[in-house]
């Protein structure tokens, strides 16, 4: 699919149904003013890429179920395939910005200008996952960022991205090489940063360069 927009519907884009299965490839994919902006129900074994999206979830309180169900992404708990999305923008009103279900979803690049109530609601029982790579997650840090029994659901690395006040780094599945909205960096000495949102960040030790006395080039 290529330079797609949809707007205005309950569910922008569905993905698979208890017949059909598709893998493919979407470049340049737009969803407006959707409660549910991307369904995902079943995926074929080569997955699906969604590259450069631009997604909007409005919380639409005037029609029946349009606001408690409003979602940027959600997945249906018997989907058992991965969705990888790069370099997407997520804005709205959304009620919660992800909801996994089953399967996989994994995030590269993202920007939530919006997250809703929560960033990510989650089932342990379904055993979905949401990853996060490189993004930017516009989460209040007084907020919950997940539901506390999901929280293992969630890997955020190299993110943007606050636990909020009721988690810490240890309760996530991953929770590594993440900056805070307002980090406060402690000078740790030379070798290490402590932030706000993650753990200590140590980097790797320069290894001494043997220097040799001789000439390896004489006779």
Same mark, same amino acid.
């Given at each position: ?6 707007? #205005? ?6 993905? #698979? ?13 737009? /969803?407006?003013? *959707?409660? /549910? ?17 631009? /997604? ?7 029609? %029946? ?28 009103? @959304? ?14 690049? *993202?920007? !939530? !200008? $919006?997250?809703? $109530? ?5 089932? &342990?029982?379904?055993? #979905? ?10 989460? @209040?840090?007084?907020? /919950? ?11 955020? %690395? ?44 140590? &980097? @790797? ?10 000439? @390896?080039?004489?006779?």
């Amino acid at each position: 699919m290529f330079n797609n927009f949809h707007f #205005g519907s309950h569910i922008g884009t569905v993905f #698979g149904s208890d017949q059909t299965a598709p893998s493919g490839l979407a470049l340049g994919h737009g /969803i407006d003013a *959707a409660v /549910i902006a991307l369904q995902f129900n079943k995926i074929g074994s080569e997955g699906f890429d969604l590259i450069g999206s631009q /997604i909007v979830s409005l919380r639409q309180g005037h029609v %029946e179920r349009g606001d408690r169900e409003a979602r940027y992404i959600q997945t249906a708990p018997g989907f058992d395939g991965r969705a990888t999305m790069f370099s997407a923008d997520f804005w709205g009103n @959304p009620y919660y910005s992800v909801e996994v279900g089953g399967g996989t979803v994994h995030l590269q690049l *993202a920007r !939530f !200008f $919006q997250s809703g $109530q929560r960033f990510l609601e989650a089932n &342990p029982r379904d055993g #979905g996952r949401l990853r996060v790579s490189g993004s930017s997650v516009n989460a @209040p840090g007084d907020r /919950i960022l997940v539901n506390e029994n999901g929280a293992r659901q969630l890997e955020a %690395e190299f993110s943007i991205i606050d636990t909020g006040d009721r988690l810490s780094a240890g309760n996530f599945g991953r929770f590594y090489g993440n900056l805070s909205h307002n980090p406060k960096i402690q000078d740790q000495g030379r070798n290490t940063l402590r932030t706000t949102a993650n753990e200590s960040i140590v &980097p @790797p030790q320069r290894q001494p360069v043997e220097r040799r006395t001789d000439n @390896p080039f004489a006779n």
